[in-house]
């Protein structure tokens, strides 16, 4: 197993003083890869409210069910229209969401690359099999990293605890030994709660930002 140079360094970040961590997990979407799914439900339904459009995504049953792996591409876009009540045929609605992951951000390769050299990497993330089948991006940024906590396979989605409990016991770490970016703040919270090393992050700029003041990356 990888150490992360092993000189117990320690930093504030994010307002947390965080020990150099031996295993780093990211999300994907936001912070490796962009994503345009507020945007695309800000158009399929005319609302312009953005942060109402996503508290609302992360809180549907319908979208915590499949991003769990438990329900059919068809069966969600049906559910996840009758739920949200826009007047779309699901098929519309599963071409737009097919596009809503678009291409890793420049130099979040590297940035794994870069961290695999003083750590674990890992990817901890709510996605599903329709992106992954759809999104070339997506795939590579996966297989870069040494290990994959993705909901659709573990069938929990973040923040439910389980998710991060899994990941908790198949690396064999203290939870402070991990440390997890993340672009959404009730998540970063969530693995918090459970003593995981966690930052708020948006953006590769940021996340490499987080990770060269625990000396895990150089600055840009």
């Known amino acids: 197993m990888k150490s992360c140079c092993g000189d117990g360094l320690s930093r504030r970040v994010d307002g947390r003083t965080i020990v150099r961590p031996r295993a780093v997990l990211f999300d994907l979407g936001g912070v490796l890869i962009e994503t345009i799914g507020t945007a695309?439900?800000?158009?399929?339904?005319?609302?312009?409210?953005?942060?109402?459009?996503?508290?609302?995504?992360?809180?549907?049953?319908?979208?915590?069910?499949f991003e769990a792996g438990r329900c059919a591409p068809e069966e969600f876009a049906t559910g996840f229209i009758a739920e949200d009540g826009f007047d779309l045929a699901p098929e519309a609605f599963l071409a737009s969401f097919r596009g809503w992951i678009t291409h890793a951000f420049p130099g979040a390769l590297d940035l794994i690359a870069e961290v695999g050299k003083r750590a674990i990497t890992g990817c901890l993330s709510n996605?599903?099999?329709?992106?992954?089948?759809?999104?070339?991006?997506?795939?590579?940024?996966?297989?870069?990293?040494?290990?994959?906590?993705?909901?659709?396979?573990?069938?929990?989605?973040?923040?439910?605890?389980?998710?991060?409990?899994?990941?908790?016991?198949?690396?064999?770490?203290?939870?402070?030994?991990?440390?997890?970016?993340?672009?959404?703040?009730?998540?970063?919270?969530?693995?918090?709660?459970?003593?995981?090393?966690?930052?708020?992050?948006?953006?590769i700029g940021a996340a490499r930002a987080a990770l060269t003041e625990l000396g895990l990356t150089e600055a840009a």
Not at 49 to 64: C, K
Not at 167 to 190: C, M, Q, S, T
């Open 127 to 203: 996605t599903n099999a329709l992106h992954m089948a759809s999104n070339a991006d997506l795939r590579a940024l996966i297989a870069a990293c040494e290990r994959r906590f993705l909901s659709y396979e573990i069938g929990h989605v973040k923040p439910d605890s389980a998710i991060f409990a899994h990941a908790i016991a198949a690396l064999g770490l203290a939870p402070a030994e991990i440390l997890f970016l993340d672009d959404n703040e009730p998540n970063v919270a969530a693995a918090r709660r459970l003593d995981i090393a966690a930052v708020q992050v948006k953006g």
């Open 40 to 65: 695309e439900i800000a158009r399929l339904t005319g609302r312009a409210d953005g942060a109402a459009i996503w508290r609302q995504w992360l809180a549907s049953p319908w979208v915590q069910r």
